[in-house]
């Protein structure tokens, strides 16, 4: 089917009032700035470009290649439109195409509509950006680098929404951190390599056919603020994981979860895909895996930045 | 093609169709909030909301069960939630065979009350699509203080979806009559067949860009300025004022029958 819900589509009800109101506030904030940049930098063209290209989104998600054991990889979009177009114009593409969904095919609820495009526009499209431009940077501009950027960038974008589906999740005492965040971050450890594949691959097409399109940068850069954004937003984050954790009365779930061994059993069972992708050492699996997270993203961005100077490096010995 | 996939609108003339669709969204929202706001294990309170969204259903000319079964959709999510089985504080019911992981009463009423938070709230956005074409909600939004040029892109977007999604599902079809395979051979690699999908991607993506600088270029033929400008189709008549109170009531009165108890 053409149409499949996401997995970090959050449906109404699975977050507090409380929570989803500060993702709204958020998004807004956010909604309305990106606004304010597409607008000065594409004028009367905002509404034209942005609305076909967030039609593009919505038709690339339904593109899809098979994987294994039934399962695609397919595209979500944010970290190629934050590529291709820039940070502030990926943001405003993926509000619409998260509130279509919302609106018409109920795929995300509404009242939470503010985390849901946090998780999938904001986040994916700062975070994808912000790694592109990084391994550009360290391993130079050559297209290599690119593509490794891109790929590195858009797996890093999907890991940190789905970390921050399972904060929210937690927070909202849906699902306990010490559940939710493996679980997302080991799933869509692998679902990103389908974005990043993709991602690159898209990118690749674009420079072979296109290349000003993808040489001057963006449709509509806008780099102003996108690093605060990318900072502020993961260290609110990175806050909200731990407040339940580190008050002095743990949240009642993870009480009785150690309490049960549901923690231990749990760890060896069912989610874990990746073997030993929570760190041994720290005894608290919430931070425990946040940190493998933060581990996982730092390996994928070295092994990105190897590629691209290798692979550079070939290209000019040929040459 | 493709009705279904843009277009959830099932027309008609009932006293749902015909109000103003800013009575319809808030109301919609106000019985989502509702639900949201319902303590667990309140199941009056659900079984009112349940009865008011049934209510409005048959009033629309949706039938009964339109959209209590078009409502799952959202149900896969779940599995996200359901480890609170296992892990809220109380008497044990019964184990998990081999993880013997306990299954408390509590649990279950937590999770029973998430799904059916969802999917009470799903269901009020199903009638909202539903009896509302997307065209008057955007219209709504607007008026209902939503950024003009977002619901500008959000038209826009909803207007050219079936024909990107159309590209897409050519690019889709040519790619399967191009992926032939012997039986007994080896599927071609993951790698590669992730680039086939990006170099989809990248086709349909300067589809998309060459056809949004055609569209600027027939708009400002026809005279646009860079202003969205709309028509104000619809005025609150003492109906929609009626409406939006029932709305109110509705869904005040789901929250307080979820909190006394």
Redesign the interface.
């Known amino acids: 089917m053409l149409l499949r819900p996401e997995a970090l589509h959050i449906p109404d009800g699975f977050l507090t009032p409380l929570v989803a109101a500060v993702g709204w506030a958020l998004a807004v904030l956010l909604i309305l700035t990106a606004l304010r940049q597409t607008q000065r930098q594409l004028g009367e063209r905002q509404v034209p470009l942005m609305g076909v290209l967030a039609a593009f989104i919505f038709a690339a998600q339904a593109i899809n290649f098979p994987v294994a054991a039934g399962t695609s990889g397919h595209l979500m979009g944010g970290a190629l439109a934050a590529i291709v177009l820039g940070p502030w114009a990926a943001t405003l593409i993926m509000t619409a195409v998260i509130a279509v969904q919302g609106l018409l095919f109920q795929d995300g609820g509404l009242l939470v509509m503010g985390w849901n495009i946090l998780n999938m526009g904001v986040f994916t499209a700062f975070s994808g950006y912000f790694v592109y431009r990084l391994v550009q940077r360290v391993a130079g501009s050559g297209g290599a680098a690119r593509m490794a950027g891109a790929f590195a960038g858009a797996w890093v974008s999907v890991e940190v929404g789905a970390t921050a589906t399972a904060v929210e999740l937690a927070v909202s005492g849906t699902s306990p951190l010490s559940f939710a965040l493996p679980a997302m971050a080991a799933v869509h450890a692998l679902i990103g390599v389908g974005e990043g594949l993709i991602t690159a691959g898209a990118l690749a097409s674009l420079t072979a056919t296109r290349p000003e399109v993808v040489r001057s940068g963006q449709v509509a850069p806008g780099r102003r603020g996108a690093g605060f954004v990318l900072v502020g937003l993961l260290a609110a984050l990175l806050v909200a994981a731990l407040s339940p954790l580190a008050s002095p009365h743990p949240d009642g779930l993870e009480a009785v979860a150690q309490a049960q061994g549901f923690l231990s059993s749990g760890r060896s069972a069912p989610f874990e895909i990746l073997p030993g992708y929570l760190l041994p050492s720290i005894d608290n699996p919430g931070v425990a895996t946040l940190a493998a997270v933060g581990l996982g993203t730092l390996l994928v961005f070295v092994v990105a930045v190897i590629v691209g100077r290798v692979a550079a490096r070939r290209t000019i010995d040929t040459k | 093609m493709h009705s279904d996939?843009?277009d959830?609108y099932r027309p008609g003339d009932s006293l749902v169709h015909r109000l103003d669709p800013r009575v319809k969204a808030v109301g919609?929202?106000l019985l989502?909030?509702a639900?949201?706001?319902t303590p667990s294990g309140a199941w009056p309170a659900f079984g009112l909301l349940l009865l008011i969204l049934t209510g409005v259903g048959l009033v629309a000319g949706l039938g009964p069960a339109f959209a209590m079964k078009?409502?799952f959709?959202?149900l896969?999510?779940a599995l996200?939630?359901?480890?609170?089985l296992?892990?809220?504080?109380g008497d044990s019911l019964l184990r998990l065979p081999i993880?013997?992981?306990?299954v408390t009463a509590p649990g279950i009423e937590r999770f029973g009350s998430?799904l059916?938070?969802?999917w009470?709230?799903?269901q009020s956005?199903?009638l909202l699509?539903a009896a509302t074409p997307?065209a008057d909600?955007t219209w709504a939004l607007g008026e209902l203080h939503m950024?003009r040029?977002?619901v500008?892109?959000?038209?826009?977007?909803?207007?050219?979806?079936f024909?990107?999604?159309d590209?897409?599902?050519r690019?889709?079809r040519a790619r399967s009559a191009r992926s032939a395979a012997l039986p007994g051979r080896r599927?071609p690699p993951?790698?590669w067949?992730?680039?086939?999908?990006?170099?989809?991607?990248?086709?349909?993506?300067?589809r998309?860009?060459e056809?949004?600088e055609r569209?600027?270029a027939a708009?400002?033929a026809r005279g646009?300025?860079?202003q969205?400008r709309l028509l104000r189709r619809f005025s609150m008549s003492s109906l929609d004022w009626a409406a939006l109170a029932a709305g109110a009531a509705a869904a005040g009165l789901v929250v307080l029958a979820g909190h006394l108890r």
């Open positions: 996939l843009t959830q919609a929202l989502i909030l639900a949201s706001l078009r409502a959709v959202a896969p999510f996200a939630a359901l480890p609170i296992f892990t809220t504080p993880l013997h992981w306990p998430l059916l938070r969802m009470l709230a799903v956005g199903i699509t997307f909600l950024p040029p977002l500008a892109i959000v038209s826009f977007m909803y207007r050219y979806l024909v990107l999604a590209e897409a599902l690019l889709l599927r993951v790698v067949q992730g680039r086939v999908a990006g170099g989809m991607v990248g086709s349909l993506f300067l998309a860009l056809r949004s569209v600027y708009m400002v646009y300025d860079g969205v």
